[in-house]
C-alpha cells in the first residue's frame, strides 16, 4: 500500500453555525442558519426569515458551545494528533450586519485566540471563509448573493482576516459546497441568503418562492468574489494558499442504457463540474448555456454576467481543490426506479451498496473514482475536507462509544485514498467531518453524530456539553501518529 506524503493533515473539520453557540455573545449579529428550526430526517426544517421567534428552539443558538469550550477541543484534537483542524469563521460576529463601518474586536480575537492554540498545539488551521453563513440583516437589506453589492461587503471582510489573521492561517477555503447554490430551496437559502418572504419549510430541489435566475447570478457574484479573494490573500501574504470547496460525489449510471449513461454525464457536470471548472480553470464549461437554459436561469442574463468578468475568473483560479465526500450518486431516467430515502442528491438506491441510517449510499471506492476522475481533470492538489459517517451513538453497558461503525466506515475511504494517491493523485491532506459531535446541517439534529468526541447534548437543547471520547477517538490517534500506516 502506497504512504501518505510526508505532511499529510490528517486533522478534523466543522463549522461556526453547527457547533460555535453563542449567536448572540459579545456583540454578535444573527445570521441565517440562527433562524432555521431542528427537523428529522422525515420532517424538515423551518425558516423563520423575519427574526428569531419566542419559544422556538434554534440548534445554532448554542450548537455544542464551542464558544466556550475551544480550548478544551483543541486539546483533545491535539490530543488526537491532529495536524489541522478545520473550522468556518461568522460574518456576524466580525460585522454584526455585514456592513457596519467598524468590525468588532471581541470578534476579531475570538478566532485570533483559537489560532494562536491551534499554533501552539502543532495544528494547522484550515478556514473556511462562509459555511452556510450570511448575516440576516443582509438578507433583509439586499436580498442576498444575487445583488452584487453583497461582493465588496465580502471582500472587505476577507481583506478583515487575511489582515488580521497573517502568520496564523495558511490554508483557506472561500465558499462552503459553493454547487449547492444550484440546488433550488435549500441551496438558495444555505448557499445564497436567498431567503422566503414567510416561515417556509427547507425542502431540497424544490420550493414555491425559489427563483433559478437569482440563484445563478447569486453563484456567479460568489465566484467573482471568490476570484478576488485569491488574489487578495496572495497579495497579503504569498504563503497564503486558496480553495474552493465543492460537495462532491461520485455519479454512476444506473445501467448501461444510453439514456442512463447520458443523465450521469449530466449530472456530474452540473453537481460536480460546473462550479469546480469556475473555480479551477477560471472560467464557465462550454455547456454552461444549454445547463442555465434547462434549469430556468436568464440564459443572455448569464453570458453577459460570464463575459463581463471572464477577466477576473481566470486571474483567480484556486490553489488547490477541496471537497466533501460521503457517498455516490446513481442516476437513471427510469421512472420506475425509486429514490433513495434521504439521499442528499436526490439520485436512486446503488443495489450494490448499503446506506446511512439516514439514507446517505456508503461507497469508499466511489472516493477513489472521484479523487482520479477530478485530479484527471484539473490537476491541482486535492484536499478532502469532509468525510465521515452520521449514526446513532448509544452508550454500552461499560459506559463507553464503542463506534466500530464509524471506525469501518473511515478505514475503508482511507485504504481507497492511499490507492488514489498510488495513482499519482496529488492529495494534501483529509479532515474528517464532525470530529466533534456536532448539530447535522441538513435535519438539525444532534443525534446524528459524526464525532470522534461525544458531546452531551441531544435535539431538544437538553444536556451538559460535557465531552467524553468515543473508540474511534483512540483509533484515529493511531491514525494520525503512524501517518495513516495503522488503519
Ligand atoms: C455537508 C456540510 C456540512 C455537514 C455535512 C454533513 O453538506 O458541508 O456542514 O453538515 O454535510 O451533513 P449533515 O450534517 O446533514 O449530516
Redesign the pocket.
Known amino acids: 500500500m502506497a504512504k501518505f506524503p510526508k505532511g499529510f493533515l490528517w486533522g478534523g473539520?466543522t463549522?461556526a453555525n453547527?457547533f460555535e453557540g453563542g449567536y448572540d455573545a459579545d456583540g454578535k449579529g444573527l445570521s441565517v442558519p440562527d433562524v432555521i428550526m431542528g427537523g428529522t430526517v422525515d420532517k424538515p426544517r423551518y425558516i423563520t426569515p423575519a427574526g428569531v421567534r419566542e419559544n422556538t428552539y434554534y440548534p445554532s443558538h448554542q450548537a455544542i458551545d464551542f464558544y466556550h469550550h475551544w480550548k478544551e477541543d483543541i486539546d483533545l484534537f491535539a490530543e488526537m494528533g491532529f495536524k489541522c483542524f478545520r473550522l468556518s469563521l461568522q460574518w456576524s460576529r466580525i460585522f454584526p450586519n455585514g456592513d457596519d463601518e467598524e468590525p468588532l474586536q471581541a470578534g476579531i480575537d475570538f478566532y485570533k485566540n483559537i489560532f494562536k492554540h491551534c499554533k501552539e498545539c502543532g495544528i494547522e488551521p484550515l478556514v473556511t471563509i462562509s459555511?452556510?453563513e450570511f448575516p440576516l440583516a443582509l438578507s433583509h437589506k439586499y436580498g442576498g448573493w444575487d445583488n452584487p453589492v453583497i461582493i465588496d461587503l465580502w471582500l472587505r471582510f476577507t481583506k478583515l482576516c487575511f489582515t488580521e489573521y497573517k502568520g496564523l492561517v495558511k490554508y483557506w477555503l472561500t465558499f462552503?459546497?459553493i454547487n449547492?447554490g444550484t440546488i433550488a430551496g435549500m441551496g438558495a437559502i444555505y448557499g445564497l441568503g436567498i431567503l422566503p418572504e414567510d416561515d417556509q419549510p427547507i425542502t431540497f430541489g424544490k420550493a414555491s418562492w425559489d427563483v433559478p435566475q437569482r440563484r445563478f447570478a447569486g453563484l456567479h457574484n460568489q465566484f467573482v468574489a471568490s476570484a478576488k479573494a485569491v488574489v487578495q490573500a496572495h497579495e497579503i501574504d504569498p504563503e497564503n494558499k486558496v480553495g474552493c470547496?465543492i460537495?462532491g460525489a461520485a455519479t454512476y449510471p444506473y445501467s448501461c442504457r444510453p439514456d442512463d449513461v447520458l443523465a450521469a454525464l449530466e449530472t456530474d457536470r452540473q453537481f460536480n463540474f460546473y462550479c469546480g471548472d469556475v473555480h479551477a480553470r477560471g472560467a464557465y464549461p462550454a455547456w454552461a448555456p444549454s445547463y442555465w437554459a434547462a434549469n430556468g436561469a436568464d440564459v443572455e442574463a448569464m453570458k453577459a454576467l460570464a463575459e463581463k468578468d471572464a477577466e477576473v475568473l481566470k486571474a483567480g483560479k484556486v490553489d488547490f481543490y477541496s471537497f466533501?465526500y460521503?457517498q455516490s450518486n446513481t442516476v437513471s431516467t427510469d421512472p420506475e426506479k425509486a429514490k433513495g430515502k434521504g439521499n442528499?442528491l436526490g439520485g436512486i438506491q446503488n443495489p450494490y451498496l448499503e446506506a446511512s441510517e439516514?439514507g446517505?449510499t456508503i461507497d469508499p471506492k466511489g472516493l477513489r473514482y472521484y479523487l482520479e476522475t477530478v485530479y484527471d481533470r484539473y490537476q491541482i492538489p486535492l484536499f478532502i475536507v469532509?468525510n465521515?459517517l452520521?449514526a446513532v451513538d448509544e452508550r454500552s453497558e461499560d459506559g463507553k462509544f464503542h463506534d466500530e461503525y464509524r471506525i469501518d466506515y473511515m478505514r475503508k475511504h482511507i485504504e481507497q485514498m492511499a490507492i488514489a494517491i498510488e495513482h499519482g493523485v496529488e492529495l494534501m491532506g483529509y479532515t474528517m467531518?464532525?470530529c466533534i459531535d456536532?448539530?447535522?446541517?441538513?435535519?438539525g439534529e444532534m443525534k446524528?453524530r459524526?464525532g470522534f468526541i461525544y458531546v452531551d447534548r441531544d435535539n431538544d437543547g437538553n444536556g451538559d456539553f460535557h465531552r467524553e471520547r468515543k473508540e474511534s477517538f483512540y483509533w484515529y490517534k493511531k491514525v494520525c501518529e503512524s501517518n495513516g500506516e495503522i488503519l
Open positions: 473539520a463549522a453547527q459555511h452556510y462552503n459546497e449547492c470547496m460537495a466533501s460521503y442528499l439516514w446517505w469532509e465521515g452520521g467531518w464532525g456536532l448539530v447535522s446541517a441538513s435535519t446524528k459524526y
